[in-house]
């Protein structure tokens, strides 16, 4: 008796919450939008805020970009190996790399690393009403902890993308030079041959958008906090997941527009 | 600054917390608020400084609803107002000196001697000079609080809005921050509300107390007046007795759920 209910009940929850969810997204967007174009500009805190998200991002973007690199190069030779034509690795290395997994892998690491502890933090100054202190000392939430957020995110995204796609086709060359025995000199050379300029702006401008994906998310689910510690845990987990999945349906939006518009 | 709180309604979900209170404070006076834990009185003050909105009725700060100010405004109104949180409400990643600093270093242009000077001032009115350099998760609970209290006294504020600032903290602290509460009253003339258990407290600093009771104000009188109420829920709060109309109603409601 009570189950089809009860399936309506969690259906209605659900659509609420989505609802709840794109209509709160959309203001903290336009807000924040507005507010990093109005004075005062804090560039310190973007500063602080771009190295946490950029720099100490390094390591662990730089490791897995070099495994990737590692990996995909091995993957296509097992192919072009059996086609006879090793020498295309390079091409596909450097455009899968640069139009795809650069951008996608790099989002995904600064999702989970980045965003994560983005929504922790401002999950535990919700519950230990820091952001209720904040507004009555007459600042803004969101012009003093989302602004910078965003602002370095959007920034430091493509930066750490071009550095990744640069490490991870330093990956494929270790493994095409020194175990497929291609050489140093035409490795590079194909390389350069294959990449055009279209490539390597397709693939960082999409993750202009995914920087404002995690910044949105992160700091929206922090805000958003209820329910001390477990909450926060909660919200932490919603907010990394929430991002993942944004950020492949925004890619494969941007990717079936630049398919079209730059054949 | 003159208060004035009209019929004012706040629900949580199907909670209730507020039920029509109503509350008016004279400029210059000092207002003790009582009432039972989790009774509401942590979200009547957050109707003051505009962090929560009532679902009905009015919130009057110097003559002005609150909850129709626009930005500008909002902020004029709060740079006058300090507020204690109940639990610090300290930013963790600012140093003890950032913390009281703040509303002066983000909305006051001022060098950095005068800056020092005043965060140093407020600190030392709380008792705790020297130590501007530390970090927030260095402090103990008391020391938080008195931090707090620091950071609000720093903007000079005409109206301060005490969370319970004596829970918490050692007798000896908790009399000189009494003495400091009734000293700003009397120097300054600072507009006070301060929510607290603590009667004697609430005896010494009060020139009014209002008791809440059920999302209402069900008394609003001086010391003396409360003191000698004869409303059976006053009497029984402000003696402490485990028999009484509070618990017996308590008791009712728990039984209804059984
Ligand atoms: N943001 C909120 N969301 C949901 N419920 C809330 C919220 N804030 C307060 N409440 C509820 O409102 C009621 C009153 O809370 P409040 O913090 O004002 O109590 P209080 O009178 O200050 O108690 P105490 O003396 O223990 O501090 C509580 O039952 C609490 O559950
Ligand atoms: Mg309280």
Known sequence: MKMPQQFFINIGQKVFYFLYFVGGMVNLASQTIYLTFMPPYKKDRIMEQAKKAGFDSLPIVSLVSLFIGFIFALQTAYFMQRMGSEIYIASLVALALVRELGPVITALVVAGRVGAAITAELGSMQVTEQIDALETLATNPIKYLVVPRFVALSLMLPLLTLYADIIGIFGSYLICVYKLGISSGMYIHVTFDALLYKDLFTGLLKTVFFGMIIAFVSCFEGFNVEGGAEGVGQATTRSVVTSFILIIMCDCFFTAIFYFLFP | ?258
Do not use: W
């Open chain 2, 1 to 258: 600054m003159m208060i004035d709180i009209q019929g004012v309604s706040k629900s949580f979900g199907t909670h209730k917390v507020l039920n029509e209170a109503s509350l008016k404070i004279e400029r210059g006076t000092t207002c003790v608020i009582i009432g039972r834990s989790g009774c509401g009185k942590s979200v009547l003050l957050k109707h003051i400084v505009g962090i929560l909105h009532p679902d009905q009725g009015k919130v009057f700060v110097d003559g002005k609803e609150v909850s129709c100010l626009n930005e500008a405004g909002m902020n004029a109104l709060r740079m006058k107002i300090g507020m204690v949180f109940q639990g610090g409400a300290l930013f963790d990643s600012l140093t003890v000196g950032e913390n009281v600093g703040f509303g002066l270093i983000e909305h006051r242009k001022i060098g950095q001697r005068e800056l020092l000077e005043r965060v140093e001032e407020s600190l030392c009115m709380v008792g705790l000079c020297g130590i501007a350099n530390l970090m927030p998760s260095e402090l103990s609970g008391g020391m938080k609080k008195r931090v707090s209290l620091a950071r609000a006294l720093c903007i000079k504020p005409e109206l301060i809005l005490y969370d319970e600032p004596t829970t918490g903290v050692d007798p000896i602290t908790a009399a000189s921050i009494n003495e400091l509460i009734k000293s700003l009253h009397d120097k300054l003339q600072v507009t006070s509300i301060v929510v607290t258990h603590d009667m004697v407290s609430a005896y010494t600093v009060a020139d009014r107390i209002a008791m809440l009771y059920q999302g209402k104000i069900i008394a609003d009188g001086s010391p003396q007046e409360i003191q000698s109420s004869t409303h059976p829920v006053v009497h029984q709060f402000i003696n402490g007795l485990a028999q009484g109309p509070i618990t017996e109603t308590l008791d009712h409601d728990s039984r209804i759920k059984q």
